[in-house]
C-alpha cells in the first residue's frame, strides 16, 4: 500500500510525505512524491495526517476487583483501541501475593491471545520478590514492573521492597514504575470519614487528597535517587505530584511520568454530580485548576507519556460494588475504581492541539513515540522509519467522533465524556500493513495482535 499526499508527522518532524508498506508489513520507504508501482493500493491522504500507531501504555483488560470485573476484554478493548488509533498496549499483570509472578503472567497470557493489536505486559508485584523473579520476567521480555504505595491491605509495597525492586531491577537494565499515593495516610482518612457517616462518593476524593499524591511522588523518586535507578510514575494526576517530578528532574534524577485524559479533562464536579459514581477513578479526578498544570506539564516536557489506565466496568456493576451488593454499594470503599478510555486517548490528547495547547509533533510524541521508547519497543513501535512495524494511522483532523458511549466501540454502557463531539478521528489504521479499522469501523479480528517482547534497555 502506498499512503500519499498526506502530512507525516513522527520523530523526523512534520512534512508532506508518502508513506510506502511492504509486503512483510514493515515501513518500506518514506518520502515527497513515492510513485505507486503496479499492483500497490493507493490510499489518498490528502488534507489527512499520517501518524505512527499509538502506544498505550496502561491498560487493564483482564481484572477482577473483588466482586466484579472490568468489562472489555483483551478481543473487546482493543478492537476499540484499534478504532481510535491506537495499535500497541502494554497491560498490568498482578501476581498477587503468594502467587508466583509466571503464574499469573500465565494466565494474562492466555487471555491476550484474544488481542486484535500487538501487545506487552508490564508486571506489578505486591511483595518481596527474588532478584531471580525479576530476571525471568526480563528473559521473558517483560522489562517493567510496577509497585504500589497505595491499598496496604492488597497490593502495597513499603518502602524497603521498593529499593530493594529498585535495585535488582535497574541490574537487569528494566524499569520500575509506581502508583503513587501514601496507603496508610488514605485509609486513616477513610476510617475518619467512615467514622463520621460520610460514606458518599465525594468522600472517595477527600480521603486522596493531592497533597498525599505529592507526597509519594517525591517520596518514590529520592528513593530511585538513592538507588540511582530509573523510575516512572503512573497516572499521574496533580499538581503537587507534577512538582515533585519537576524537582526530581532538576536534580538529576531519571524521573519520568504518565498521565491520563480524564486528568487532563475531569474534575470534581463530575464527583460530586448526578452519576458520580461512574466517574470513581483512582488517584481521583481533581479539581479544575490541576488540570492546566498537567497541560503546562506535557507542553514543557516534564510529563512525558499520555497513557489511559483503561479500566471500565458497566454501571450496573459500579452500582453493586465490589462486594457485590444487589442492594448498592453502601460507602464510597466499595465502588469500583476505573474508566474507560481506550478509544479515546488520541482525539482527547489531539484536541490539546486544536486548542492550541500543544504542537502536532508533541502528540505524537506523547501518545506513540515517548511510551515506545520508555518501554523498550524503539524503533519498532512508535515511528514511521524504514523498517518499522507498518502500523499506521491517516488521521482525519476535522473527521467529528461522538464520544457518547453508544457511539463508541468500547464495552462499556457510560461514557466520563458523553454529550461531547471530538474533532479529529482516524480514517485509517494498519496494524502490521493490515487494515484493522477504515472509516470508524473496526476491521480487524481477535489474533491479530502479536506479543511484544520488549528489549531491556530504553532509548532517550
Ligand atoms: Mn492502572
Request: charged content about 25%; some cysteine.
Given at each position: 500500500?502506498l499512503i500519499a499526499g498526506g502530512i507525516v508527522i513522527d520523530v523526523d518532524g512534520e512534512r508532506p510525505a508518502d508513506v510506502r508498506v ?5 515501513i518500506?520507504e518514506v518520502g515527497p512524491a513515492l ?8 490510499h489518498d491522504a490528502t488534507g489527512r495526517l499520517v501518524i505512527p500507531g499509538g502506544v ?29 488509533g ?212 506535557l507542553e514543557r516536557g516534564?510529563?512525558?507519556t499520555v ?39 488520541m482525539t482527547?490528547v489531539w484536541s490539546g492541539v486544536r486548542a492550541g495547547r500543544l504542537a502536532a509533533t508533541d502528540w505524537v510524541r506523547l501518545c506513540a513515540e515517548a511510551p515506545a521508547r520508555?518501554?523498550?519497543?524503539w524503533p519498532?513501535k512508535g515511528s514511521l522509519r524504514v523498517?518499522a512495524?507498518a502500523d499506521v494511522v491517516v488521521w482525519d483532523p476535522e473527521r ?23 474533532v479529529g478521528w482516524p480514517e485509517l489504521v494498519l ?30
Amino acid at each position: 500500500m502506498l499512503i500519499a499526499g498526506g502530512i507525516v508527522i513522527d520523530v523526523d518532524g512534520e512534512r508532506p510525505a508518502d508513506v510506502r508498506v511492504g509486503a512483510d508489513g514493515r515501513i518500506a520507504e518514506v518520502g515527497p512524491a513515492l510513485t505507486a508501482r503496479d499492483g500497490e493500493v493507493v490510499h489518498d491522504a490528502t488534507g489527512r495526517l499520517v501518524i505512527p500507531g499509538g502506544v498505550d501504555a496502561h491498560t487493564h483488560l483482564h481484572l477482577q476487583v473483588g466482586a466484579v470485573q472490568v468489562s472489555d476484554d483483551f478481543a473487546t478493548g482493543t478492537a476499540a483501541a484499534a478504532v481510535g488509533g491506537t495499535t500497541t498496549v502494554i497491560e498490568y499483570v498482578t501476581a498477587h501475593r503468594g502467587q508466583a509472578p509466571l503464574d499469573a503472567l500465565s494466565i494474562w497470557r492466555a487471555k491476550a491471545e484474544a488481542a486484535c493489536i500487538d501487545y506487552g505486559f508490564h508486571m506489578t508485584f505486591t511483595e518481596a520478590v527474588t532478584e531471580r523473579a525479576v530476571a525471568e520476567c526480563i528473559e521473558y521480555g517483560i522489562t517493567s514492573f510496577k509497585l504500589y504505595m497505595a491499598y496496604p491491605d492488597s497490593l502495597q509495597v513499603d518502602d524497603g521492597v521498593i529499593v530493594d525492586v529498585l535495585r535488582s531491577t535497574s541490574r537487569h537494565g528494566g524499569l520500575v514504575t509506581v502508583h503513587a499515593e501514601n496507603g496508610p495516610a488514605i485509609s486513616a482518612l477513610q476510617r475518619e470519614a467512615l467514622l463520621a457517616g460520610r460514606t458518599g462518593v465525594i468522600e472517595h476524593s477527600r480521603t486522596r487528597p493531592a497533597l498525599l499524591e505529592g507526597e509519594a511522588t517525591a517520596r518514590a523518586a529520592a528513593l530511585a535517587e538513592l538507588v540511582g535507578a530509573p523510575i516512572y510514575i503512573v497516572h499521574l494526576s496533580s499538581a503537587p505530584a507534577l512538582a515533585a517530578v519537576r524537582a526530581a528532574q532538576e536534580r538529576g534524577v531519571d524521573i519520568r511520568a504518565e498521565t491520563c485524559p480524564e486528568y487532563l479533562y475531569l474534575d470534581t464536579a463530575d464527583l460530586g454530580g448526578e452519576g458520580g459514581e461512574n466517574f470513581v477513578c483512582t488517584p481521583p479526578i481533581r479539581d479544575s485548576w490541576h488540570r492546566e498544570e498537567l497541560w503546562e506539564g506535557l507542553e514543557r516536557g516534564w510529563l512525558h507519556t499520555v497513557a489511559t489506565d483503561h479500566c471500565p466496568f458497566w454501571m450496573h456493576d459500579r452500582r453493586i460494588g465490589t462486594r457485590g451488593r444487589p442492594e448498592g454499594w453502601r460507602d464510597f470503599t466499595e465502588i469500583p475504581g476505573g474508566l474507560p478510555g481506550i478509544e479515546t486517548r488520541m482525539t482527547l490528547v489531539w484536541s490539546g492541539v486544536r486548542a492550541g495547547r500543544l504542537a502536532a509533533t508533541d502528540w505524537v510524541r506523547l501518545c506513540a513515540e515517548a511510551p515506545a521508547r520508555t518501554f523498550g519497543l524503539w524503533p519498532r513501535k512508535g515511528s514511521l522509519r524504514v523498517g518499522a512495524d507498518a502500523d499506521v494511522v491517516v488521521w482525519d483532523p476535522e473527521r467529528t467522533q461522538s464520544l457518547d458511549a453508544e457511539d463508541l466501540t468500547m464495552r462499556t454502557d457510560h461514557s466520563p465524556y458523553a454529550g461531547h463531539e471530538s474533532v479529529g478521528w482516524p480514517e485509517l489504521v494498519l496494524l502490521g500493513g493490515r487494515v484493522i479499522a477504515s472509516d470508524g469501523r473496526f476491521t480487524g479480528a481477535p489474533g491479530w495482535g502479536r506479543y511484544l517482547p520488549r528489549d531491556q534497555v530504553f532509548a532517550d
